[in-house]
């Protein structure tokens, strides 16, 4: 249980860190695509593991 909410805790970190870069600086256009691929593909991991816990949240106590 403490590592998914370790796991998450970082994603979340990362996700901000990645908006701050986002809208903060002045990026080339592929740059902010990236970025913004970057953020979908940890959000989508991050609420894979959030619906994974509260789905079945006796395999991980």
């Not at 695509?33 to 593909?41: K, R, T, Y």
């Amino acid at each position: 249980m403490f590592s998914f909410l370790s796991l998450a805790a970082i994603l979340i970190t990362i996700i901000v860190f990645c908006l701050v870069f986002l809208f903060g600086n002045s990026y080339p256009q592929k740059t902010k695509h990236v970025l913004i691929g970057i953020i979908a593909i940890l959000l989508i991991i991050f609420l894979w593991i959030v619906l994974e816990i509260f789905i079945n949240p006796l395999k991980y106590v």
